[in-house]
């Protein structure tokens, strides 16, 4: 679905009861996660910082749904949904948050460097904006050797005002290359609001038409929208149509850290996207499909039993140990031939 936001089709032959049903798990999934992060926190069994992502599980549910296995993903610090959505266990996810060795990376990375190569998630990455390069190096790798995999890169509205958005965006155009941009645009460049940081109102697909790309702007908090628009723009760029830009408008609820009360938004914005919510939209949707509400609550518990799980497993999990400061930092497993 192209275009300007507004309301979805509603037919069901295009996404399915399966699909739907496995979108909205997720979701929920994502909810009951971050929720669970940010209690975990308070309980001080996670230290550092973390960036949570309630109010935007739709665009990681309505993304991860339109790729495939073998398509890569690149996304931010406030990734934790989209690595859940890609497929990584819940238990790994959360053990690397909560640094233990049972995490995806033995709870070396953390937060903010969640990566899973076996789920196809490159990295997530706490530089703003450095990543979307990087994305551009994968999907000039896949054309180089003539697969036909597709790099999904997830960013913020911050973003799009740095120098390596243009570069990125200026080469994917110039050379075709099977990468999508997903702008996950909730309004704020951390403290500050993107209207008052940007000449454009839509700080990425306004400047779409700078690359020769086209303007799509989305519902972000809409999985069937996300999908929709996702699949078209990777069905493109695999066929060797090139790139894709879109922006999808969505609402972070919480503040932009963990140590951020949000006091700066206006009062009465919060109450208003929390109408939207993306959940309340979708289990909606579900019921107005004539999804029954007893398989609606058996993926709602599937979720809700998942982080319940995953929690008891990693309270049990050892920390990261020392010993693993040095290691997988070069391509021989550690940094000794530069000393």
């Not at 949570?52 to 890569?72: C, F, H, K, N, W």
């Amino acid at each position: 679905m192209k275009g300007e936001e507004g309301s979805p089709d509603r037919a069901n032959d295009d996404i399915g009861e399966v699909r739907r049903l496995e979108m909205y798990r997720m979701q929920v999934l994502i909810r009951l996660f971050e929720e669970r992060v940010q209690g975990l926190y308070l309980e001080n069994l996670i230290t550092g910082t973390t960036h949570l992502m309630i109010g935007q599980e739709a665009v990681s549910a309505g993304t991860s749904a339109a790729m495939r296995d073998g398509d890569l993903m690149f996304c931010t610090y406030r990734g934790h949904g989209h690595v859940l959505a890609r497929g990584a266990p819940a238990d790994k996810v959360l053990g690397e948050i909560m640094g233990r060795d049972n995490g995806l990376m033995r709870g070396k990375a953390g937060s903010m460097h969640l990566t899973s190569v076996e789920h196809g998630v490159m990295g997530s990455f706490a530089v703003i904006g450095s990543h979307l390069v990087l994305a551009c190096g994968a999907a000039w790798r896949a054309r180089y050797k003539g697969q036909d995999d597709v790099t999904v890169c997830v960013y913020g509205d911050g973003a799009s005002n740095i120098g390596a958005f243009h570069e990125a965006l200026n080469l994917a155009a110039l050379w075709k290359l099977p990468v999508v941009f997903l702008c996950e645009n909730n309004l704020y460049q951390e403290y500050s609001r993107i209207a008052e940081m940007s000449a454009v109102e839509h700080p990425s697909a306004d400047r779409a038409g700078s690359y020769g790309l086209e303007r799509i702007v989305i519902d972000g908090n809409d999985a069937d929208v996300v999908f929709r628009a996702v699949s078209a723009a990777i069905e493109t760029a695999r066929s060797g149509g090139g790139p894709a830009i879109i922006e999808a408008m969505t609402y972070r609820q919480s503040g932009h850290s963990r140590a951020d009360p949000a006091k700066y938004r206006p009062a009465g914005e919060l109450d208003l996207w929390k109408e939207r919510d993306p959940l309340k939209l979708y289990k909606a949707r579900l019921r107005e499909l004539g999804i029954e509400d007893d398989r609606i609550a058996e993926v709602e518990a599937q979720s809700r039993d998942a982080v319940n799980e995953a929690t008891e497993a990693c309270k049990l999990a050892p920390l990261s140990s020392p010993d693993l400061i040095m290691s997988n930092l070069w391509a021989d497993g550690s940094c000794a031939w530069r000393n």
